[in-house]
């Protein structure tokens, strides 16, 4: 986009030049920014002494670090007024020190206000570095409720964990729903067919299970072949057992 509308106004205000000497001035210009951000990104890293294993999420932050998120996000707030190039990778790096420097609720801002982009490098990276101990767990659910809905989805499927499971399930119960139509039913339920007798869940596996086999266009469907009615049944029995205690 950069390059389009920088091409476009050279090509309004200098109009005696020929077209492809405008495109290589752009192109260089855009390449010579470029280098400028990355040399200033290498300075900052070498002087203070900061190393690959950074890249991981299970570590502190430390002053070096916080000091590198700063000098990144001035980066990229000038990046932002003046529509400069930033290198491949940047918003990664920047989420990464920004998980590891700042309180949660400062990274939510941050990823809220638009500072930190979740990139699916940084955020698959994140759900397999971080153990699943209560702080982890919050910020794991923080930062998948804050993606896009495919994006989201895909992520669920990294974490093996009740709530990502939980949120598996309320994705596939609306996507079968949306279109529902409510048909006339026989009231009676064949409770054989299921492994704890709780009426309204009961009633409402039966229902999800009659939309997916009249249904069948909508299976599979990406990373979710093994999702299904008995799988919403049972992440439902599993919620309902941690919110009781039991």
């Known amino acids: 986009q950069m390059v ?3 091409k476009d106004h050279f090509l309004r205000h200098l109009q005696g030049v020929e077209k492809k000497k405008i495109e290589q001035m752009v192109l260089d ?14 300075t900052s890293w070498r ?8 890249l991981h999420f299970n570590s502190r932050g430390s002053a070096a670090e916080f000091a590198v998120f700063h000098i990144m996000t001035r980066i990229l707030e000038a990046t932002k007024s003046l529509f400069l190039p930033l290198p491949p990778g940047f918003h990664t790096l920047h989420t990464i020190l920004g998980v590891h420097c700042l309180p949660l609720h400062n ?6 206000s638009g500072v930190l982009l979740l990139t699916e490098t940084a955020v698959v990276r994140l759900m397999k570095d971080l153990d699943n101990t209560e702080k982890n767990e919050k910020l794991k659910f923080s930062i998948i409720l804050r993606l896009p809905p495919l994006i989201g989805q895909k992520i669920c499927r990294l974490w093996d964990h009740p709530m990502s499971s939980n949120i598996i399930s309320r ?16 009231s009676m339920i064949d409770k054989s067919s299921f492994s704890v007798e709780f009426l309204p869940l009961n009633y409402f596996i039966e229902i999800l299970t009659d939309i997916e086999s009249s249904n069948q266009a909508l299976y599979p ?16 029995l599993k919620h309902t057992t941690m919110l009781l205690g039991l």
């Open 107 to 112: 990274l939510l801002h941050c990823i809220d």
């Open 29 to 42: 210009y855009i390449s010579k920014l470029l280098d400028l951000i990355c040399h200033i990104l290498e």
């Open 171 to 186: 994705n596939h119960v609306t996507r079968l729903l949306q279109n529902y139509k409510k048909q006339p039913r026989n």
């Open 221 to 236: 469907f990406e990373g979710h072949d093994n999702v299904d009615a008995e799988f919403v049944e049972e992440a439902a």
């Open 47 to 54: 002087k203070h002494n900061l190393h690959s294993c950074i």
């Open 4 to 6: 389009s509308e920088l």
